[in-house]
């Protein structure tokens, strides 16, 4: 099977932690920053990675941008450079193009330029941390939208020894349960007969406020 390969503009904290994380799974990944220092540190670290302006469509063109199967944009506090990367990337036909956004407005922008998938990383972070911190039984958070939230978490004592019919989390809570694991066991399709355990773990599928109140 052929590798993917990934392009990835930007290796501050964030575009380093992708890139390095990507080649150590065993994809293919080329780099472009316009810091020689960040440059010199990544080039045992990744398949390629070279000093360049990715603003300057022919820089795109010489590193063959429009062959990669994903370009990832880290560069989310420059909204200039960001954007001007996103649309360039997009006309010359990279399929899938993923960008770091600094704020909502940023984001919108990015998504009106092309962007297949716009991140917020300091954003998620900042929530999934503020999560586990008010709720003991919320052990991770994962926004999927800005209606929809993917949880992790321990079941309400009262919960406990009912089954999902029973309980009529989707009815009460706008709540769809996906899978639940007790012990070493994982249940990936529960249904309405699936009884919840003290020490099981569920993941769920929840309407954020905002999407409640849409």
């Known amino acids: ?3 993917k390969q990934y392009l990835v503009i930007g290796l501050g904290r964030f575009g380093s932690a992708v890139a390095t994380t990507l080649h150590a799974e065993g994809m293919e990944v080329f780099a472009v920053d316009r810091n020689m220092e960040r440059v010199e540190a990544h080039r045992s670290r990744l398949t390629d990675v070279v000093r360049a302006d990715a ?3 022919s820089v795109l063109e010489q590193i063959g941008a429009r062959n990669f199967d994903v370009a990832i944009v880290t560069i ?3 909204i200039k450079s960001s954007g001007t990367i996103t649309m360039l990337l997009k006309e010359m036909g990279v399929k899938c193009v993923i960008v770091k956004a600094f704020d909502e ?3 919108r922008m990015l998504t009106k ?3 297949d998938k716009v991140v917020f990383p300091e954003r998620d972070m900042g929530q999934r941390i503020a999560h ?3 709720s003991e039984k919320i052990l991770d958070f994962i926004e999927l939208s800005p209606d929809y939230s993917l949880m992790e978490m321990r079941p309400n004592p009262e919960w406990v020894g009912h089954s999902l019919g029973e309980l009529n989390l ?3 809570y706008q709540t769809n349960v996906v899978a639940v694991r007790s012990g070493e066991m994982v249940n990936a399709m529960p249904d309405q007969n699936t009884r919840i355990g003290a ?3 569920m993941l769920v599928v929840a309407l954020t406020e905002a999407g409640k109140r849409r």
């Open 1 to 3: 099977m052929k590798k």
């Open 132 to 134: 586990n911190l008010v």
């Open 105 to 107: 407005f940023h984001g």
């Open 76 to 78: 989310g506090e420059d």
């Open 113 to 115: 330029l092309g962007a």
């Open 170 to 172: 989707r009815g009460r």
């Open 55 to 57: 603003m300057d469509r």
């Open 199 to 201: 020490e099981d773990v």
